[in-house]
């Protein structure tokens, strides 16, 4: 089945029921244009943008169908995990990356080199997906990437006791840092979805590449995120995008992100923020990553930078009444930057 077809799947939604399943189906079976012929459609069971051995649905389309302007998600029967309201596997349309073990560093990985050194080249192959985790530095105890500085990058080629990288690595990395396998989804593109309700994120992609989020937007947002690209993406594009939330705070409970980028390599933000949340716009441990004309109001902290981030931050950002700030960048942070912050229209 090829993946694009000459004409969409036109899907028409129940307003009253979970179209997950449904939704999931259509993934399956080959369909990578997805139009949404209804102004409702609750989500209850998370969408994956996979398939079942986890491989990602590259590619991939969802939008409005012609005639509607956008589409609203109630992902209210999502919800969180109650153990732990932060776990952002509870949302409504998901990419998780496919991550697996491999292997770990055994001499520090420099700045603008293109080699490193692990202890085991046996789980990787030329061509392999790597991700590089600084938090994540004793392989026997934990061999999964954890939350922090980290890299994605390509093996070009195996030798005996070190890859060869497809670019340079652009931070430096300590020496056990995990070295694990990842698989990026690519080239997707979701446009004109309303999110409502509260789940811990409502649209959250892992290891995103060359993909673009436009007019994604909330209302009666209860959530914790509304739009989360995670761990690991590179050069994707989020734009129009804006959260109206109804708690701004910090706390497990409440709406601590309108729309953030976490682990980004060269990712645009543009014409995006939000309301009402713990930070309106942020970035973490993010790289060679510009928001360009954020929008921010009402939040705790409008618009910020954080956790290790190198040449990245905001152009003409606009920004009104922050509870605590309006702009703020982490010491921890390498030239990073808040230019001409405007006052919010």
């Known amino acids: 089945m090829p993946i694009y077809r000459d004409t969409p799947y036109v ?13 999931q189906s259509l993934l399956k079976a080959g369909y990578r244009w997805l139009q949404i012929n209804g102004p409702e459609c609750p989500i209850g069971t ?46 409504g349309i998901d990419y998780q990356g496919n991550v697996r073990p491999g292997s770990y560093l055994t001499a520090p990985a420099y700045e603008n080199t293109t080699q490193i050194f692990v202890a085991d080249t046996t789980p990787y192959t030329n061509g392999s997906w790597i991700v590089i985790s600084d938090a994540s530095t004793d392989f026997d105890t934990h061999s999964m990437p954890l939350d922090g500085p980290l890299e994605v990058r390509q093996i070009i080629y195996v ?26 989804i690519k080239n997707v593109y979701i446009r004109n979805l309303e999110f409502t309700g509260n789940a811990t994120v409502g649209l959250h992609l892992h290891y995103a590449q060359h993909c673009v989020f436009e007019n994604i937007t909330s209302v009666d947002w209860t959530g914790r995120c509304m739009l989360l690209l995670d761990n690991g993406g590179e050069y994707n594009t989020i734009l129009n995008s804006y959260c ?12 601590a992100w309108g729309v953030v980028i976490e682990g980004q390599d060269s990712t645009r933000v543009i ?44 152009l ?25 912050p405007l006052p919010f229209s």
């Open 11 to 23: 899907f028409t939604p129940d307003p009253e029921n979970d179209n997950g399943p449904k939704i």
């Open 46 to 91: 998370t969408v994956l943008l996979n398939r079942d051995d986890n491989w990602p649905y590259s590619g991939q389309i969802i939008e409005p169908a012609p005639g509607i302007d956008k589409v609203t998600i109630d992902v209210s029967g999502v919800g969180r995990n109650s153990e732990q309201p932060t776990d952002p596997s509870y949302a």
């Open 159 to 184: 030798l005996a006791d070190s890859l060869i990288l497809n670019r340079v690595i652009k931070r430096d990395h300590p020496e056990n840092a995990i070295v694990a396998l990842c698989e990026p």
């Open 244 to 255: 109206t939330a109804t708690e701004p705070g910090i706390e497990s409970g409440q709406t």
């Open 271 to 314: 014409n995006s923020g939000g309301e009402n949340c713990g930070v309106g716009m942020g970035m973490n441990y993010s790289i060679d990553c510009v928001s360009i004309n954020a929008r921010a109001q009402l939040n705790t902290v409008n618009v910020g930078v954080y956790t290790s981030s190198i040449r990245t931050g905001f």
């Open 316 to 340: 003409r950002p606009t920004v009104e009444g922050g509870i605590i700030l309006d702009t703020v960048i982490t010491d921890d942070c390498v030239d990073c930057y808040m230019v001409e």
